[in-house]
């Protein structure tokens, strides 16, 4: 099945009481029995509800996986596969990566006994210096966030695979119409469902996708033990968003290289941070195991100050100046402050990060409105 006709069809089954095309929202907090034990398959909402279970099932699908456990946050989804750990045990992540994942990792699980390495994964020879016994988990961003590295996914399961070390990709820069890391061989996908996948910016959620039966018993375990689980009515949002994504993915895919090539062609402009681009760092990997570039994107300004930077950020009018990304309109950020500012200074700036990068979700308006609308912005530079 084309992933198209997964989007639209996939987990999803006409409600057998009535023939709506589009799964109810059961809003219940419990279900009766006709005895102890005796139920339809639900018993309380926390450990099931029919929305979600219609969500998850699609969810599995997108990424070719088996089995979907979704998540009241993106950062919920983080916290319940780092759960699956133990004390001593170590995980290696990408330098470059969301600024949530890092404060969870460092001020949450550390002081727990759980020890995290920070190490440039764009170049996967970094590995060998850092793997010992106490490994148990790599964790990857591909695209990194914010400065869009990309990591072979391929190259790093080969390294982590013989020795037992589970590989986790954080896919919401690629979103699974991009990308499908189960099929590179990663272990674990996690998405915030709250960016592409719902896509409309009206949704905070997450998901772990995975084809290890027993992980996935794991993660359904923690799920259910802690409860950050969504509610139905926003699980109904992320399935009706799930039917547009690849319409809305390829739209993304082509501002994204509009917007990418007129900023790197600007006189004002430094650096733009993109994998489309035949010179980019990563371009192969990106052409090898990813279906087209993506609609995010980052950039910095000659000169480098931070009076430009804000000038650009204050100066938009369609690119709206928010957290997030991968909604249907165009934001602009500021990592530093924003985004990655749990990150401190000296981290971010070891791992490439300057004050002055700005970051782009490019949407799906008419790109030359968002071409105009960068052009007077960099017009104040």
């Not at 401190?344 to 990060?353: D, V, Y």
Request: some cysteine; proline content about 5%; aromatic content about 8%.
């Amino acid at each position: 099945m084309k992933f198209g006709t997964k989007a639209i069809h996939a987990g999803v089954e006409p409600d057998p009481s009535t023939g709506a095309i589009m799964t109810p929202i059961y809003q219940t907090s419990t279900y009766v029995q006709a005895s102890p034990g005796d139920h339809k398959g639900y018993e309380y909402a926390r450990t099931q509800n029919p929305t979600r279970t219609a969500l998850e099932s699609s969810l599995a699908a997108l990424e070719n996986g088996q089995f979907a456990t979704a998540f009241g946050s993106g950062m919920a989804a983080v916290d319940a596969i780092i759960k699956s750990l133990r004390p001593g045990d170590e995980v290696i992540s990408t330098n470059d990566l969301y600024g949530g994942s890092y404060r969870i990792f460092t001020k949450v699980f550390e002081p727990y006994g759980i020890k995290f390495h920070f190490v440039d994964l764009s170049n996967t020879e970094n590995l060998s210096s850092l793997i010992n016994d106490n490994t148990k988990m790599i964790w990857l961003e591909t695209p990194t966030n914010p400065l869009i590295r990309i990591i072979d996914v391929e190259a790093v399961v080969n390294i982590a695979k013989p020795r037992g070390i589970k590989v986790v990709v954080d896919n919401t820069f690629a979103s699974p119409y991009l990308q499908n890391p189960l099929d590179l061989g990663a272990d674990i996908v996690m998405h915030s469902i709250t960016k592409y996948i719902a896509g409309h910016s009206d949704v905070v959620m997450g998901c772990v996708v995975t084809n290890d039966e027993a992980f996935h018993q794991q993660i359904r375990f923690i799920q259910n033990a802690v409860g950050a689980v969504p509610g139905p009515q926003d699980c109904f949002l992320v399935l009706r968003g799930i039917k547009t994504l690849h319409l809305r993915m390829r739209a993304h895919c082509e501002n994204g290289a509009k917007v990418a090539h007129f900023l790197k062609s600007h006189p004002k402009v430094s650096h733009v941070y993109w994998p489309g681009f035949e010179d980019a760092p990563g371009h192969e990997v990106a052409k090898r195991q990813m279906r087209d570039f993506g609609g995010m994107l980052s950039f910095t300004l000659k000169g480098d100050q931070m009076d430009d930077a804000l000038k650009v950020l204050e100066g938009t009018s369609l690119f709206s100046l928010a957290e997030s990304l991968g909604g249907v309109e165009s934001l602009i950020g500021h990592p530093a402050s924003m985004t990655h500012a749990s990150i401190p200074k000296e981290e971010r700036e070891k791992s490439g990060l300057s004050d002055t990068l700005i970051r782009l979700s490019v949407g799906v308006e008419d790109a030359e409105d968002l071409l105009e609308d960068l052009a007077k912005a960099l017009d104040k530079v």
